[in-house]
């Protein structure tokens, strides 16, 4: 590595911050960029600067894309009944693969949790409570990761939205487990599996 000039040893040092990569992981990255550079480097970094200078959240749901309000939030062809809660947007691509729910989502942005001062004014809780009377939904699908955190989050959230039918995720989903780190078909049997809370 003391051959390497000091832009690489800064970009080799960015990627390993990326999750999944380590040093090592991000050094071999990097060289394959450099072998790959017409390929891969320059149009990856042309993306970058564009995806940088574009990407904004939704500002209906918090799912992230080029617009103001989102693809899923301004489609006709979604269900406008129901609201699928999600801890972050990853969470929400999860279960956008799976293909199994086709109404809206809700980005909280997090969780509820004591011990890091997270309540529900630093998440979009308010937002979701106002989206549920204002939409006049019917039904609100927690998704919630099945951690302490986010079951503490789904009671708070269930007990502020009244009369509205609340549901989690039933089975498959495992206790600690992340939906991130689902497979499709874990998804859609928990989905499909709801159950009121």
């Keep these: 590595m003391n051959n390497t000039s000091q832009d690489l040893d800064h970009l080799i040092e960015l990627m390993a911050k990326l999750p999944g990569l ?86 909280l942005g997090g969780t509820l949790s004591a011990l890091d001062a997270i309540g529900p004014d630093e998440l979009r809780i308010p937002r979701l409570i106002q989206r549920v009377r204002d939409e006049k939904i019917t039904e609100v699908i927690l998704a919630l990761n099945a951690t302490i955190d986010g079951q503490t989050t789904a009671h708070y959230i269930a007990d502020q939205l009244g009369d509205v039918i609340v549901s989690t995720l039933a089975q498959g989903v495992p206790i600690g487990g992340e939906l991130d780190y689902l497979d499709d078909g874990t998804i859609t049997a928990a989905l499909r599996a709801r159950k009121t809370l």
């Design 22 to 107: 380590g040093p090592r992981s991000a050094r071999r990255a990097v060289l394959h960029m450099i072998k790959k550079r017409a390929l891969l480097m320059t149009p990856l970094a042309d993306v970058l600067a564009e995806v940088a200078t574009t990407v904004r959240e939704c500002l209906t749901c918090g799912n992230i894309g080029t617009s103001d309000t989102c693809d899923i939030c301004t489609s006709p062809k979604r269900s406008t009944g129901e609201i699928c809660v999600v801890e972050d947007v990853s969470d929400l691509w999860a279960m956008e693969r799976s293909g199994v729910f086709k109404g809206r989502y809700h980005v």
